[in-house]
Nanobody, 122 residues
Framework: QVQLVESGGGLVQPGGSLRLSCATS????????IGWFRQAPGKEREGISC????????NYADSVKGRFTISSDNAKNTISLQMNNLKPEDTAVYYC???????????????WGQGTQVTVSS
């Protein structure tokens, strides 16, 4: 059974940092790519980053480029998202998901985590 579990969300002040983790089980990161998505209240789900652990290829949405960094620890079956210089507009529920296709469109993804809340506020 495939499971993805996000952790690391919380409340942070503008300009602060958080590190999200996505612990995976039941799948191999050699064959699945992992994406991070977020959804703010009243807005559509947005793909923000993805990684292929097998190739090392990564992609970022323009909204997070230069501030967020995605990384993979295959030994721990965990994907991390380091988020720096957080802004109030980064407030959302953050999800990780697994796909055979490397991209940031929701339809590409087969398995999803339950999400973790990130709130950026002073």
């Amino acid at each position: 059974q495939v499971q993805l579990v996000e952790s690391g969300g919380g409340l942070v002040q503008p300009g602060g940092s958080l590190r999200l983790s996505c612990a995976t089980s039941g799948l191999s990161l050699d064959y699945y790519n992992i994406g991070w998505f977020r959804q703010a209240p009243g807005k559509e789900r947005e793909g923000i980053s993805c990684i292929s652990s097998s190739s090392g290829n990564t992609n970022y949405a323009d909204s997070v480029k230069g501030r967020f960094t995605i990384s993979s620890d295959n030994a721990k079956n965990t994907i991390s998202l380091q988020m720096n210089n957080l802004k109030p507009e980064d407030t959302a529920v953050y999800y990780c998901a697994a796909s055979r296709i490397l991209g940031m469109a929701s339809w590409m993804y087969d398995f999803w985590g339950q999400g973790t809340q990130v709130t950026v506020s002073s």
